[in-house]
């Protein structure tokens, strides 16, 4: 079965600082996705990518996939408090059923 | 606003004891889920559902049942709550298969059983 690893497991970064969180896969990842989470709280869906080198961004923060698609990174650029929260990436399970999710990473920005 | 809503948001249980968590979403989505989350775990797919009427069994279904009699509810039963379900239960839903399309996911309902 597939599985999605995260890391790192936690960070705690400086407010203005970048940061990278990486999520691996174990086989080829035909969709990946990024959702967020606020302690308490539901997921909040960030980006999805399918393509092979693909790269989106929404605010600042970027996703990319490579181009093997077994391997995605999200980066922040100039980190904010507003950031702090669980990142979990997510990918297709086996066809026709459900999403499966990484172990989350929690990040932590101090102001 | 539209989404997806998950009743209780929080709720203790004695052992033995049964509940129905329940989740709506007004989305029109044929797709719902039941996932649990754990310290340390991420979230583990207990059951889902491809459409009305029709339920199927995710990565940890033992102990749980599921329903999804009308199209936009996706209940999950606990017949007899064990401590070992203590979590954070969220659902979503979405429009097609995973690949398709992302999901919109509940606030969550946080069980304790003692």
């Known amino acids: 079965s597939q599985e999605l690893e995260q890391s790192p497991q936690s960070l705690i970064v400086q407010e203005g600082k970048n940061l990278t969180i990486n999520c691996t896969s174990s086989?080829?990842?035909?969709?990946l996705y990024w959702y967020k989470q606020k302690y308490g709280e539901g997921l909040i869906f960030l980006m999805m990518?399918?393509?092979?080198?693909e790269e989106k961004s929404h605010e600042k923060i970027t996703a990319k996939l490579d181009e093997k698609k077994q391997q995605s990174s999200l980066h922040i650029t100039a980190s904010q408090p507003s950031h702090a929260g669980i990142y979990l990436c997510g990918a297709d399970g086996k066809a026709g059923t459900a999403l499966i999710f990484g172990k989350g990473t929690t990040l932590s920005v101090s102001s | 606003n539209a989404g997806v809503t998950q009743t209780p948001k929080f709720r203790v249980l004695k052992t033995g004891q049964s509940m129905t968590l329940l989740c709506a979403q007004d989305m029109n989505h044929e797709y719902m889920y039941w996932y649990r989350q754990d310290p340390g775990m991420g979230l583990r797919l207990i059951h889902y559902?491809?459409?009305?009427?029709?339920?199927a069994k995710g990565e940890v279904p033992d102990g749980y049942n599921v329903s999804r009699l009308k199209k936009q509810n996706f209940l999950l039963g606990l017949e007899s709550a064990a401590p070992s379900q203590t979590s954070v239960y969220f659902c979503?839903?979405?429009?097609?298969?995973?690949?398709?399309?992302?999901?919109?996911f509940g606030s969550g309902t946080r069980l304790t059983v003692v």
């Open positions: 979503a839903s979405g429009r097609g298969q995973a690949h398709l399309s992302g999901y919109t």
């Open positions: 559902s491809v459409g009305e009427g029709t339920t």
């Open positions: 086989k080829t990842l035909y969709g």
């Open positions: 990518l399918q393509k092979g080198g």
